[in-house]
């Protein structure tokens, strides 16, 4: 990324630099890098320029605020595309891990979250849901409005509900910019829309609908940097800028429980105004990894002081004496075996010590004081050079502000004639009772009904709710299109919060930093309702584990109680993936409402080898601990001994059962999210609403699939595998009904090996494919099966009986199942078909990694072809590798190359994509086993295109010498030897054009 951007910059910098004349006028060019802090001109890179506009707006957020005499506030950024939410407690907050476009970088930057909700978002109606985004109109067309025949938007939807005046816009619209905006053609569109819906809805609500989604989504954005990681928002002011900010800023704080909201003078620029105060910055770090100790000072002192000197140098360097510059010192602590490190700052041991231990519990909900703290890096930051934030105070007399003229808008689904009051005319003292309007040279203030706004001493205005807002909500049990939508996000987030503590609290690689695992929300009869984007191998299939332990355990729940599972036969998988299931009854302990549900790889859960994959397996209690349905926890009681047996019982052991054991706290750490959460939406829309919507969900889902049925013709597809196997699918439409049946008749035997798939598998694969033909975006959930028929005849390898070896079923078969489907609807040539299983372990260690390789071409829904994606995980699972430097820390072994495997797409109209090479060496003798698939035969084109290349698996011995290995193996290494893996490309789709 640095390198890409750097040049690029440079060029820029150097344009500005010439037309200033830097030289002859002596003026500074200083630029706002991502960290919250300025830089010289010829010091300004790449890495720093990232998230550089919002930082601005940070350091303005939080220089205001302190004016304003708030030291905790929450910023809101809201434009015409996007909207920045960021937290501050009296430190700046900066991530130095983060991922922006798809690409991760490890770089000090703001904490900053984005989201795809501004004044441009785009309005739709899909017949079922009202949705905001993420699509944008931009600036051209820009919204309805604009005059220049663009889509209805949010900005639209503020129009017609009457709280934006276009009277007091000034006339830069239409053809030749002279024109104001187009109220007319609002209203149109949304009386149009209005009699699309047919619900008897007056388009005033159509908007205020559309209003209330994005409001919706802007609050979920918030609680992402707020109340995921253990702040209570309802403490805090929300600094609201940019130059949709004011309109939504009073919705947003009810939203989140917020009671105050802070406008500056410069709210619509603030984010320029905050580049103008920002001090100049340099930040130094240094990697440690040693263990946190009494002696922690003095033996870093030296290390300190070194990039101390370092970077108070380029501050000084800058311009600013050394007098004034503040340096801070910081440490990177995190527990012993995870790699979440937590940014404390210095002080002497017992102080160090008691701020880890007080964060950590914030932003995770539990400490260990049985395991050691381990300093991953030491940091040092040399400050100054600011501009004074001092802004005049005036004298403030109490009344009632003038009112330039009367309105009226529509919110909280009626009416209200409002005063229109401009912020020009407004002094110090002067206070506006909502509902109101605020008209200023930059943006529009919404007063809503139940809040004031006073201007205050510095000409900033601080809107206060002066009527407790009703928390609880009037929500009808029947499909609205809004509430469906919200529903639809409020399902969603609570999945996606559990997920968050899930990979915060767990302790293994697998779970922690390859994102293996998943997190879903049930209905009290087990019927999937919401997940987070997770595995798709996974969601398609918890549900089945769910329903098992209702089976069991029928009539014998009670408040507190956690079960585990992995057994395939009951609803798992394989064996490593283990599920943690909760019931969820109401506060009182009496009635069972809801499930929640975590499933998470663990890294060993026993077997013939390390890693529970053993490719020799033939019966399934070779590849671990079988768990049918074992109590965790007991009304609150964890059952650790009992627990502990079961994992080092039996013939093949867990090999790290202590590391067994923190995973799943973990997963149940992250259900007793999801507990808490459901307990909220209980209370704020009671739990007939609940129970209604989530039946509406579900069958939104369905007729969005049955909506993808509709289009679809009877079809039949073979896959070819390796060893002679083969998948073989009949799709079967009924447009009467609107059903499809999948039948799965002449597919394999039954394998003697562990190339078998539980019926769960294939369930998870029908579910995966048919909802990538559907258009809309709805979540994963029960509806999606609902007009599907699945036909799996006995004694197949996608019905296997007990006791068959399943492991590569899960990995290997359910990549098969999928590209088989997709080939019958006609949509993709074949991925890679092979998940590349990488095993390593020996009595210390254990390791497993899947590997990305060729996405193979195709055509989407409105007949347009696409090449396939190189290197990437496909299909049914979207695990990440491990990060190189964790990876190479935490086992002994070295990343020698990984890469794009350049050529090895499928040749086509559209080509397949390029699988990838990964080499690693290992320093100490290690077990590997390999599960491998389309070694032998290739990923097929489709339409006309090419086979994707082979993929080859290859050992290098120490001495240079290279054996090729087999698809399904395993090998005993020597330090110093090393695995070659070239995974496969994807099919290409379309005959190659000429010269192709």
């Known amino acids: 990324m640095d390198a890409y951007l750097s040049p690029i910059l440079g060029r820029y910098v150097n344009r500005v630099a010439s037309e200033l004349d830097l030289a002859n006028t002596g003026a500074r060019l200083m630029f706002m890098m991502s960290s919250g802090g300025l830089t010289d001109a010829t010091l300004f890179k790449g890495k720093d320029a990232i998230l550089s506009g919002p930082a601005g707006g940070v350091v303005g957020m939080i220089e205001t605020s302190a004016l304003a005499g708030h030291d905790r506030v929450i910023g809101f950024d809201m434009g015409g595309t996007s909207t920045d939410v960021s937290h501050y407690a009296g430190e700046l907050e900066r991530t130095f891990e983060t991922e922006v476009a798809g690409v991760r970088m490890r770089a000090p930057m703001m904490q900053i979250h984005t989201i795809a909700a501004g004044g441009g978002s785009v309005l739709s109606f899909d017949g079922a849901r009202f949705r905001v985004g993420p699509e944008s109109a931009g600036a051209n067309p820009g919204p309805r409005c604009y005059r220049r025949n663009g889509p209805l938007a949010v900005t639209d939807a503020n129009l017609m509900v009457g709280k934006l005046l276009p009277g007091h816009f000034p006339r830069i619209f239409g053809p030749d910019q002279d024109q104001p905006l187009d109220a007319q053609a609002v209203r149109e569109e949304f009386a149009a829309l209005a009699a699309r819906v047919g619900d008897g809805r007056s388009p005033e609500q159509v908007a205020e609908g559309f209003l209330r989604i994005a409001v919706d989504n802007m609050a979920n954005a918030i609680k992402k940097i707020s109340t995921q990681r253990g702040y209570d928002v309802t403490r805090y002011a929300l600094n609201c800028f940019g130059g949709a900010g004011g309109q939504h800023a009073c919705l947003v704080a009810d939203a989140l429980g917020i009671e105050t909201v802070l406008l500056h003078p410069l709210a619509g620029v603030l984010s320029a105004y905050g580049m103008g105060l920002a001090d100049i910055r340099a930040n130094r770090q240094m990697a440690i990894e040693e263990p946190f100790e009494a002696d922690v000072v003095e033996r870093l002192a030296e290390r300190f002081q070194s990039i101390a000197d370092e970077s108070a140098a380029e501050v000084e360097g800058q311009g600013v004496a050394a007098a004034m510059i503040d340096t801070r010192r910081r440490l990177h602590l995190r527990y012993a075996g995870t790699d979440t490190a937590l940014v404390i700052a210095h002080g002497n041991h017992p102080e160090i010590f008691h701020r880890f231990e007080e964060q950590h519990r914030a932003q995770f909900g539990f400490v260990s004081p049985e395991k050691p703290i381990v300093i991953e890096a030491i940091e040092v930051e040399s400050i100054g050079g600011g501009a004074s934030a001092d802004e005049p105070k005036f004298d403030s007399h109490e009344m009632d502000a003038p009112v330039h003229e009367r309105s009226r808008f529509f919110s909280g689904d009626r009416f209200h004639d409002v005063p229109v009051v401009l912020r020009d005319d407004m002094r110090p003292g002067h206070r506006v009772k909502g509902p109101a309007l605020i008209i200023e040279s930059i943006g529009t203030i919404v007063v809503e009904p139940g809040w004031t706004a006073r201007m ?456 397949g994509g390029d699988g990838a090479t990964r080499i690693l060496r290992f320093d100490t003798p290690m077990e590997i086993n390999l599960i491998t698939g389309h070694r032998d035969v290739p990923p097929f084109g489709l339409a006309g295109g090419g086979p994707g290349a082979c993929g080859v698996n290859e050992l290098r011995r120490a001495d240079g010498r290279i054996e090729r290995l087999k698809g399904r193996d395993r090998v005993f290494l020597e330090a110093g030897d090393a695995i070659i893996m070239h995974t496969p490309g994807g099919g290409g789709f379309g005959a190659p054009q000429s010269g192709e």
């Not at 052991?653 to 939406?681: F, S």
């Open 456 to 911: 205050n001493a510095r000409k900033h205005v601080v809107l206060n709710r002066h009527e407790k807002l009703e928390r609880a909500q009037s929500v009808g049990t029947h499909a609205d299109p809004v509430m469906l939508e919200i529903f639809n996000n409020l399902f969603m987030s609570i999945a996606e919060q559990m997920g968050v503590t899930l990979q915060a609290t767990a302790d293994s690689v697998n779970i922690k930093e390859r994102l293996d695992f998943s997190c879903a929300i049930f209905d009290a009869e087990g019927a999937l309702v919401a997940n987070a984007p997770h595995l798709p191998v996974h969601l398609g299939s918890m549900d089945k584990s769910v329903e098992s332990v209702i089976k069991q355990r029928e009539g014998k729940f009670a408040a507190g109680d956690v079960f585990v599972i992995n057994a395939p036969y009951h609803g798992g998988t394989h064996l490593p993936d283990i599920t943690v299931v909760t019931p969820v009854f109401d506060r009182a302990g009496e009635r069972l409402l809801f499930f929640v549900a975590s499933r998470g790889h663990h890294a060993d859960i026993g077997g013939l080898t390390p890693g529970s994959a053993s490719p020799d397996a033939t019966r399934v209690d070779q590849e671990g601990v079988l768990i049918e349905c074992f109590q965790m926890v007991d009304r609150g009681q964890f059952r650790e001994q009992a627990l502990w047996q079961l994992l080092t019982g039996g013939e093949y052991p867990a090999r790290n059962p202590q590391q067994n054991i923190a995973d799943l706290k973990a997963q149940a750490a992250a259900n007793e999210k999801g507990v808490q959460q459901l307990y909220a939406m209980v209370d704020q829309f009671g739990l007939d609403v609940v129970y209604a919507y989530m039946g509406h969900v579900q069958e939104n889902a369905a007729e969005a699939v049955r909506g993808a049925i509709d289009a679809l013709k009877d079809s039949r597809f073979t896959v070819e595998m390796d060893g002679g196997r083969r998948i073989q699918v009949d799709i079967r439409c009924d447009r009467e009904g609107r059903r499809a049946t999948v039948d799965f008749t002449g597919t394999s035997p039954q394998q003697p090996d562990n190339f078998n798939a539980p019926r769960p598998v294939t369930n998870a694969a029908v579910l995966y494919c048919f909802r990538t033909i559907v258009d809309a975006d709805i979540p994963m959930n029960a509806g999606c099966l609902e007009p599907i028929d699945i036909v799996l005849p006995d004694g197949t390898m996608l019905s296997p009986e007990y006791p068959a070896a399943v492991v590569a079923g899960n990995t290997e078969v359910s990549q098969a199942v999928t590209n088989a489907l997709l080939g019958a609807l006609g949509v993709n040539a074949a991925a890679q078909g092979t998940m590349n299983n990488f095993i390593w372990g020996n009595d210390r260690y254990q390791n497993y990694e899947t590997i990305c390789g060729g996405a193979g071409a195709g055509i989407d829904n409105q007949g347009h072809g696409f090449n396939g994606a190189d290197a990437v995980q496909c299909h049914m699972t979207n695990t990440r590798l491990t990060d190189p430097e964790v990876l190479e820390t935490r086992f002994p072994v070295l990343l020698e190359r990984f890469g794009v495997r350049h050529g090895s797409g499928g040749a086509g109209r559209f080509r």
